[in-house]
Structures are given as structure tokens and as C-alpha cells.
């Protein structure tokens, strides 16, 4: 599967971004479907991620009350919806699939989207 990630941008602090990953195809909905970012010098850490189906998805829990994570699986595509951003934010942004259950160990996924970059300031 190819993904497609999209909506990054440059931000002030406080304000809200809706990332998006795109997978064509028809076998879409067999994934779960995660978030991960990586700063400068850090190292790549979850996000969110989502079930096959949609009714179940995990945050990470430092910044659990600013996300919502979401899937249209008629359109192939997932939505990570960030709220009232932080400088600390600023980072690149991959979505990632996997064929199993719900995971927050990036080492457990299998497909890679190219990674949007997301600049919030201060």
C-alpha cells in the first residue's frame, strides 16, 4: 500500500492543523493505520493510531486531549486532527500502516508514507 501524507505547514502556537494520509486502493481498510513524528535529533516516537474499522483509536498520552484521530474508509484516508499547537509540536509527520491490531511500536508497521513537516511557532 502507498500513503500519502499531507497538511503539514507552519503554525502559530495555539492554533489547530488536520494531517492527512491517503492510500488508494481497495485493500484499505484490512490496516491500521498510525501516526508517528520525529523532531530534529530525536528520535521517531507514536502519535496515534486507528483500527481497521475506525471504532477504536490510541494516543499518545502526553498529548492525548489534543488529538483526534479519524478514518473515511470509502476514501482511503485517515485524519489526524491536532489542536491548540505547541512549538514542541514542530516536527515531521509520517502515517504508517500495518496489517495486525493496533500498535505504538513503529518497528511493527509495515508502510511508510513520505512524511509532512508540521512548524509550529511561538
Known amino acids: 500500500v502507498q500513503l500519502q501524507a499531507s497538511g503539514g505547514g507552519l503554525v502559530q502556537a495555539g492554533r489547530s492543523l488536520r494531517l492527512s494520509c491517503a492510500a488508494p486502493?481497495?485493500?484499505?481498510?484490512?490496516?491500521?493505520i498510525g501516526w508517528f513524528r520525529q523532531a530534529p535529533g530525536k528520535e521517531r516516537e507514536f502519535v496515534a493510531v486507528i483500527s481497521r474499522s475506525g471504532d477504536s483509536a490510541n494516543y499518545r498520552s502526553s498529548i492525548k486531549g489534543r488529538l483526534t484521530m479519524s478514518r473515511d474508509n470509502a476514501k482511503s484516508t485517515v485524519y489526524l486532527q491536532m489542536s491548540s499547537l505547541k512549538p514542541e509540536d514542530t516536527a515531521a509527520y509520517y502515517c504508517?500502516?500495518?496489517?495486525?491490531?493496533?500498535?505504538?511500536?513503529?518497528?511493527?508497521?509495515?508502510?511508510w508514507g513520505q512524511g509532512t513537516l508540521v512548524t509550529v511557532s511561538s
Open positions: 504508517a500502516a500495518r496489517l495486525g491490531d493496533i500498535a505504538s511500536n513503529w518497528k511493527v508497521y509495515d508502510y
Open positions: 486502493g481497495r485493500s484499505f481498510s484490512i490496516y491500521s
